[in-house]
DNA sequence: CTGTTAGCGCATTCAT
DNA sequence: ATGAATGCGCTAACAG
């Protein structure tokens, strides 16, 4: 026996892969990366022996001496219970996948402190780029950045007024119109909103198309239908308030999947204690078996995955850019995803 | 002008810091890593030249040198897209960020190849610990693996035979015999059964209590009752064909929350097609809104999140056992996580 | 084809 | 309280 305990069975580096196969480290390493001169022979007494320790070549090491990036891309979101972030975690997965990297995910629960962790954590770390859902309201998005991001930063689903940055958003505003719209055309005048207009700034675009909707149309806005609601819980308490008001609401416009989920609970037990007929709902955001409620359902759709998607691309673009910067910086690129409005039941036509 | 063009705004080091500062690359990473024995005055100089300019530590570096872990933790789901595997990370992030990690995810999308390829990438990079939803049956994973993982490994939601790790299971063949032997209580004789029994052994151990089920109460299982379905759309066919079959099957289980969205689909049609009553479902794993369709519900329902929170919780629990080996490497452990059955609509008291 | 030297960014150890 | 030397695991550059 020599030596001391060998609790830590040691991770195998080259030098131990050396020793066995009875070479140099340096053989070891060129043989692990394509094997380029190295002779057949040496190469597979060198597998052999990488092998039979259950060698990896540790990355981080190998990234540290080639000043080579580090294939590592970092995610913050604001609510990875979301299915709709399931969905767009899904899209830059795939974009990354087929580029070679790795995602390193984090949730920020809308809290700008553990935001601030998690970007940290992830420049510490060595990501080649950043892609974030900013938290909550975004402002002072930039300063708690810092000077940090030497390395490209992606902002998806919502933007920071005066940060110029690659931006993906949703086209909320417009979306918004078109779906109010939809309302309208079917005769809604009294439409609450579900939303927390203050606090995120999806949901003011989102109510700004909403108003600019009613203000087209000559509808002047309740501000006591408003519900400045965040969750679903919060969503189905406020729908049942406002339909028990004295002059209820005839629709409502909620403003994600989540008011969504809330809205359709309350107005599916509304209709089932008072027999009546159920109270339109429009939704931003598509919702597994909404349309198999009954409820007279418009839906402004997106699709989160292909945000997903099309932020990862622009900052794998962004990272080739910086590769080759041969025409110096390329401006800022704000994208938006179309959103297309559905109505269940479809309405009859003609 | 010095030198060539600076093309890339190089990433700055101790050096640079100390050379700003006008200190020794030490006097900086002593600072930098809690600042024990540096004088206020220089402690001063040095934070404000590594924010003027952004200095971050190069963690991989870092822990290079320390022969320390690196924080990080790898996770493979099988398909991210799905709002389960969405909970069920969100569980593992709650867990990590307690415990001061990062999580690299990875979608295998039930392939084993790209399963491999996601745990390579992850050991390269240093993960300290694995959570593995292995891809398809599992078949020759340990094969795979080799003799890879010298990390902690924790699979969850399906085991893999032969394998002694930690793992977390659901009660599979518990749950589904409580909510078959609860269809069966309602008078249900003819039971379809729609997921891939052969395929997922998720799949094979619910199958397993849904025939101890029958069994138990003398019900032969015809098999032309057996949809080996994967997903939703697969699924609502299936409950079409099965539907318009001559001696149709008045309830079906469901193996999951993705064959459940298409059953609910086919069989919310089928109602308003023919206008019959509806037939039963009993559903593996809750599925939002589900509850509010007006069709017979029976849910085998568990918690994905805290599914991942005990994943990750096992696996910290082996990372500090690890760091203080004093009884030996303690046995793999087994969870399994309750499964509750409930009925919607609820079924009259008394 | 193979080995030696040196250094990536950082921190332990030992000086001063 | 500060700095110089040294080495973590790996590989480019340069022998031979």
Redo the contacts between chains.
């Keep these: 026996m020599t030596g001391s305990v060998p609790?830590a069975?040691r991770?195998p580096t080259v030098r131990d892969v050396a020793a066995l196969a009875g070479v140099s480290p340096m053989t070891v390493s060129r043989t692990m990366s394509g094997g380029q001169n190295v002779s057949a022979e040496v190469r597979t007494r060198v597998h052999a022996a990488a092998?039979q320790l259950?060698y990896?070549?540790?990355?981080?090491?190998r990234?540290?001496r080639l000043r080579q990036p580090?294939?590592?891309i970092g995610v913050a979101v604001t609510n990875?219970?979301?299915?709709y972030?399931?969905?767009f975690?899904?899209g830059i997965?795939?974009e990354a996948?087929r580029h070679n990297r790795?995602?390193?995910?984090?949730?920020s629960r809308e809290d700008p402190l553990?935001e601030a962790e998690?970007l940290?954590?992830?420049?510490?770390?060595?990501v080649e780029g950043l892609i974030v859902v900013p938290a909550g309201n975004g402002l002072g998005f930039a300063d708690r950045l810092?000077?940090?991001p030497?390395v490209p930063l992606v902002l998806a689903t919502r933007s920071i007024e005066g940060l110029e940055k690659d931006t993906v958003l949703v086209d909320d505003v417009g979306g918004a119109h078109a779906g109010t719209a939809s309302l309208i055309g079917e005769g809604h005048r009294r439409i609450a909103f579900l939303g927390d207009v203050d606090g995120i700034p999806t949901a003011r675009r989102r109510f700004q198309g909403f108003t600019e909707a009613l203000a087209a149309a000559g509808i002047p806005f309740d501000r006591a239908l408003l519900a400045p609601v965040r969750d679903t819980a919060a969503a189905s308490v406020a729908v049942q308030q406002l339909l028990g008001q004295p002059d209820p609401p005839t629709a409502f416009f909620s403003v994600n999947n989540r008011t969504t989920?809330g809205a359709?609970?309350a107005l599916?037990g509304h209709r089932s204690t008072t027999g009546g007929r159920a109270s339109a709902l429009a939704s931003f955001d598509d919702?597994?078996?909404?349309d198999?409620?009954g409820i007279p359902l418009t839906v402004m759709s997106h699709d989160p995955?292909a945000l997903g998607a099309q932020a990862a691309s622009l900052l794998f673009d962004r990272l080739a850019e910086d590769r080759l910067?041969e025409h110096g910086p390329a401006r800022p690129r704000l994208v938006q995803m179309p959103v297309t409005v559905r109505r269940y039941p479809s309405p009859p036509k003609g």
């Design positions: 609790n069975p991770i092998d259950g990896r070549p540790n990355q981080n090491a990234n540290t580090t294939g590592l990875l219970g979301n299915p972030y399931g969905q975690a899904l997965e795939d996948a790795h995602i390193l995910i984090g949730n553990r998690l940290d954590g992830f420049t510490g770390r060595q810092g000077s940090l030497r989920v359709l609970r599916s919702v597994e078996l909404a198999l409620l995955r910067p």
